[in-house]
């Protein structure tokens, strides 16, 4: 099913630390900007039990990152999509550690077409497992002498991320097809910048509590504020 510039492949049931934003220079176009809230007191974090490799794995708390709420109720590593805003969909390379035996970023949000350059600080053996349906799912060993490995991701697409070594370990690949997108920092913050002026549909999604839309006026050289309020479900 696709949803707001990505297509999402296991159920919501997804750490920058700071806003991201698709630097898309456009010489006319507005800035979308807000804050993905949680609504309702803010859970407290699960500390994940570490089972193996605890010489490199144990040396700090691990706890679970699917939903983290700052003290003011802001939800960090959701990510911001502006629908159907057209643009220049610059492949990049970016990326995704293997560090401390967790996922940095927690989340990462990248245009379609860009190539995830995995690494493995860590120097113990990981394995990436990527479970996706729009792009070709990836299974792969990386032992402490493979520092690095790139992997292509074509199509837009939500792919969740884990490691068959360490089972604790998951993390979010965000592909998106459009240049207009965020990951929301610490305090659930964001920011989209040169947006075509525009009527668009604004969407947030978050990996355990599912996708929400707002509306967006956008007008060349202006500033619209679309903030969220999201809810565990049930």
Not at 35 to 42: I, L, N, Q, S, Y
Not at 138 to 154: H, S, V
Request: hydrophobic letters at 35%; one cysteine or more; proline letters at 5%.
């Amino acid at each position: 099913m696709k949803r707001f510039a990505i297509v999402t492949t296991a159920c919501a049931a997804v750490a920058l630390g700071m806003t991201f934003s698709a630097g898309n220079a456009n010489a006319a176009g507005g800035t979308i900007s807000g804050t993905v809230k949680f609504d309702g007191p803010a859970p407290k974090p699960k500390t994940l039990e570490v089972t193996k490799d605890k010489e490199v794995c144990g040396l700090k708390p691990h706890l679970d990152e699917d939903l983290v709420v700052g003290d003011g109720g802001g939800i960090q590593n959701a990510v911001v999509v502006v629908k159907g805003a057209k643009g220049d969909l610059k492949p990049q390379t970016v990326t995704f550690d293997q560090k401390g035996c967790r996922y940095e970023p927690h989340v990462l949000a990248f245009p379609a077409g860009s190539t995830v350059k995995i690494m493995n600080s860590d120097g113990i053996l990981h394995n990436i497992h990527t479970y996706s349906t729009a792009n070709p799912a990836f299974n792969a060993a990386q032992p402490k002498f493979k520092k690095e490995m790139d992997k292509q991701i074509d199509k837009p697409e939500a792919i969740k991320v884990t490691c068959d070594a360490h089972g604790w370990m998951h993390g979010w690949w965000i592909a998106t097809d459009t240049p207009y997108y965020a990951v929301t920092d610490d305090k659930g913050n964001y920011t989209i910048k040169d947006v075509p002026a525009g009527d668009y549909t604004v969407e947030v999604w978050q990996e355990k509590l599912g996708t929400q839309d707002e509306k967006a006026d956008v007008k060349d050289g202006g500033s619209s504020n679309v903030n969220f309020s999201l809810k565990t479900k049930g």
